[in-house]
């Protein structure tokens, strides 16, 4: 049996929730267990649990009956029906037409492209002398967008592109802000309200689409390409159930998502993870 919480406690828990998830989700389970309803706004409800038999029903053997939260709703403006927001059959035949690009020997593939942006990177620094700060993370998104360009993309993000890691950036502190803003359950819309955060966004949105169209017009013409087929040219290649090539605005929603999801989370988590080592040299010196 679910633990329910009541209004009274659920406002209570609002603040919490909106500065840090994290600690309100693991207070959450502490007090009241690992299943709990929390009732929002216009009749809606947040289910939480960290049962495993029951992560497993909604994520493994039920699957198709769970629909993505309306928090994603945010991320279509910028990534339109590519995998991180599509869902139902639509988002399995996307699947199944990346997933070879993610094979065991094309993971392998990637390896050399990798060490040659990390080698970049520390060339970059090692530049700046001695005494020098560093922006940990500004140098780790610099550093992940580096590798999905030379990996997925098979070229160098320079020039305009050089400009993507602060446009996701833009884009992403605007989703953030929408969806913890209080307004954000209460009115369907509110996540195309133009507030300043919204406007900056969109503005972010149009560079990187800007880019992205540019990385497919290169392509097409046979530019910038290399030896072995990469994302780009799968995408371009790629042909549905019917026989038909994907539409330039899936190839573009496919290409958005996989440079915002294919960067952002790796390069949080090696700004964490240096941080971390930096505190515990045993740790960095093994």
Request: aromatic residues 4%; neutral net charge.
């Amino acid at each position: 049996m679910a633990a329910r919480l009541t209004g009274r406690e659920a406002l209570r828990l609002l603040p919490t929730l909106r500065a840090d998830p994290l600690i309100a989700i693991s207070e959450l389970t502490r007090a009241h267990g690992d299943l709990v309803r929390v009732p929002l706004p216009r009749g809606n409800q947040l289910v939480l649990t960290s049962r495993p038999a029951l992560v497993a029903h909604v994520l493994v053997s039920n699957q198709d009956n769970y629909r993505k939260a309306r928090t994603y709703r945010p991320l279509t403006e910028v990534l339109g029906n590519g995998l991180l927001t599509n869902e139902g059959e639509s988002w399995a035949r996307q699947r199944r037409l990346v997933q070879p690009m993610f094979a065991r020997r094309r993971i392998d593939a990637f390896a050399p492209a990798m060490v040659d942006a990390a080698s970049t990177a520390m060339d970059r620094w090692a530049a700046l002398g001695s005494g020098s700060v560093v922006d940990v993370a500004d140098e780790m998104s610099a550093l992940t967008l580096d590798v999905v360009g030379r990996a997925l993309f098979s070229t160098e993000l320079s020039g305009e592109a050089s400009q993507m890691a602060p446009a996701l950036e833009t884009v992403l502190e605007s989703f953030v802000k929408v969806v913890r803003h209080p307004l954000f359950m209460l009115v369907p819309d509110y996540h195309r309200w133009p507030t300043p955060s919204r406007l900056r966004a969109r503005g972010a949105e149009r560079h990187l689409r800007s880019v992205v169209d540019g990385l497919i017009t290169s392509r097409r013409a046979g530019v910038a390409g290399s030896a072995d087929a990469d994302l780009l040219d799968a995408l371009l290649s790629a042909r549905d159930d019917d026989g038909n090539p994907l539409d330039e605005q899936q190839i573009r929603d496919e290409l958005m998502t996989f440079l915002l999801a294919g960067h952002e989370t790796t390069a949080n988590a090696l700004a964490w993870t240096l941080l971390l080592l930096s505190r515990h040299p045993d740790a960095r010196d093994r």
